[in-house]
């Protein structure tokens, strides 16, 4: 992480841009939610999204996560509390072998 000096001189998107993009993704967070309640919702976000006002946010959230060496200690922090995931390919991993290992724990399976 770098500093906020550091940040904004390297940076790709303001700090309005920012606060404007956690918004955006609370807002599709809470959508996909409702359209998936039964479903494990991560904030994977198609990288030809707009949204309703035409902002588009597929294309800012590959940035962020192109650039998240550059984004400050609370806005890594601001973005993982509202679940955004860095690294999808590897959340995914994870998940499913969370969901295995709970899967036999439940049926008392062993190898």
Known sequence: ???????????????KTFDLILKELVIFRD???????????ILEVP???????GFTLGKKIIAIREQA????????QKLKD??????IERYKIEYLLEQIKSNFDNQNCFF
């Open 69 to 76: 060496a550059d984004l400050t200690e609370d806005e890594e």
């Open 1 to 15: 992480m770098k500093n906020e000096k550091q940040t904004i001189q390297t940076r790709y998107f303001s700090k």
């Open 31 to 41: 959508s996909e939610r409702n359209k998936y309640k039964d479903r494990h919702v």
């Open 82 to 87: 509202i679940g955004f995931v860095f690294d």
């Open 47 to 53: 990288k030809t999204y707009r949204t309703e006002s």
